[in-house]
């Protein structure tokens, strides 16, 4: 299991230490949620912070996506280049189009589902995407609860994804924890996020991502 910790659930008064732990505590990712307070009912971080966070990580950045406005913010973010950029498909009129302006800026594009949408809903963009990012959770908020269901999701996405691109991966995002990583491993995800579980796990961020590599595999 590959694992990216949120930076969400850091200490943003010392973010640029609390990113180099991670690093240094050997995550895969560096997951950075942005959020623009219309798409969901919270408000994150831009380009300035964005930057600073690129600048302290030794880790490719997934930038998670939760705004309005999803080309604007894909043209915002490019100049950091980041490894990976996720936008909502439940806020995107043009999809693919997006995905191919994400690839020819150099970066991985990826495609998150909400927990009430389908993994059906982007079955025919799959083979055009580097990774779905399966919400466990409602976005905006850290620490919230796991939401079972997507289990079941990742396991009828595995299929769609076998068929269509087996390279994609599947990443899960939400109330992942050191329990059902062990179930998400076997449903054939292949990242988790992690934020509450890592930044405020009693032994350190290292243990904790070491406690979710289940599975392990090389990731390049
Ligand atoms: C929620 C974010 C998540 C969040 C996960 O909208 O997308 O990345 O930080 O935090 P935990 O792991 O605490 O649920
Ligand atoms: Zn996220």
């Not at 799959?126 to 779905?132: G, Q, S, Y």
């Not at 449903?187 to 350190?204: M, N, R, T």
Request: aromatic share 6%; net charge negative.
């Amino acid at each position: 299991m590959l694992v990216a910790p949120s930076i969400l659930s850091a200490d943003f008064g010392k973010l640029a230490e609390d990113v180099k732990a991670v690093c240094d505590g050997g995550c895969d990712l560096v997951h950075v949620d942005v959020m623009d307070g219309h798409f969901v009912p919270n408000l994150t971080i831009g380009p300035v912070v964005v930057e600073a966070v690129a600048k302290a990580a030794t880790k490719p950045l997934d930038i998670h996506l939760m705004v309005e406005n999803n080309p604007f913010f894909v043209e915002l973010f490019a100049p950091l280049k980041p490894g990976y950029i996720s936008f909502h498909i439940e806020e995107e009129k043009n999809p693919h189009r997006l995905i191919q302006r994400i690839r020819e800026l150099g970066i991985k594009p990826a495609i998150v589902l909400n927990p009430h949408t389908p993994p059906e809903a982007i079955e025919f963009l799959i083979e055009d995407l580097d990774m779905v990012l399966l919400m466990s959770v409602n976005p905006g908020f850290g620490g919230q609860k796991f939401i079972p269901s997507v289990i079941e999701k990742a396991k009828r996405l595995k299929k769609l994804i076998e068929k269509r691109n087996p390279d994609c991966l599947i990443e899960v995002d939400g109330g992942v924890n050191d329990v059902n990583v062990r179930e998400l491993a076997d449903a054939g995800v292949d990242v988790v996020v992690a934020g509450s579980f890592v930044y405020k796990h009693p032994k350190g961020v290292k243990e904790a991502i070491e406690s979710l590599r289940v599975g392990s595999e090389d990731f390049s």
